[in-house]
Nanobody
Framework: QVQLVESGGGLVQAGGSLRLSCTAS????????MAWFRQAPGKERESVAT????????LYADSVKGRFTISRDNDKNTVYLQMNSLKPEDTAVYYC?????????????????????WGEGTQVTVSS
């Protein structure tokens, strides 16, 4: 059983920054694509960023390109999301997730259905 634990959320003013972390249990973290999703009240869960198992490739939603950076440290079983220039519309619960299949990466917007392990989420609130 894999457990994902997020941290780093909070309240920040528009233009500010936050860094989210997600630490995974288990020994196969480095074999899987990891992703960050978010869900705002009344909206569907949407992909924010994904990162290949080696960290060599990343993909971002258009809404966060140039502001957010996903990275990972496989020695620490941790994936990060650095969020800069935050906007009120970034307010949401942020979830990290592990892809259901090892060594599988594709271009394009990630679908929640492709991920089988999820953290409990961390709230990010950006005030105007």
């Amino acid at each position: 059983q894999v457990q994902l634990v997020e941290s780093g959320g909070g309240l920040v003013q528009a233009g500010g920054s936050l860094r989210l972390s997600c630490t995974a249990s288990g020994r196969t973290f480095s074999n899987y694509v990891m992703a960050w999703f978010r869900q705002a009240p009344g909206k569907e869960r949407e992909s924010v960023a994904t990162i290949r198992w080696s960290g060599s490739r990343t993909l971002y939603a258009d809404s966060v390109k140039g502001r957010f950076t996903i990275s990972r440290d496989n020695d620490k079983n941790t994936v990060y999301l650095q969020m800069n220039s935050l906007k009120p519309e970034d307010t949401a619960v942020y979830y990290c997730a592990r892809h259901r299949t090892p060594y599988t990466y594709r271009n394009g917007v990630a679908s929640p259905a492709e991920y089988d392990y999820w953290g409990e989420g961390t709230q990010v609130t950006v005030s105007s």
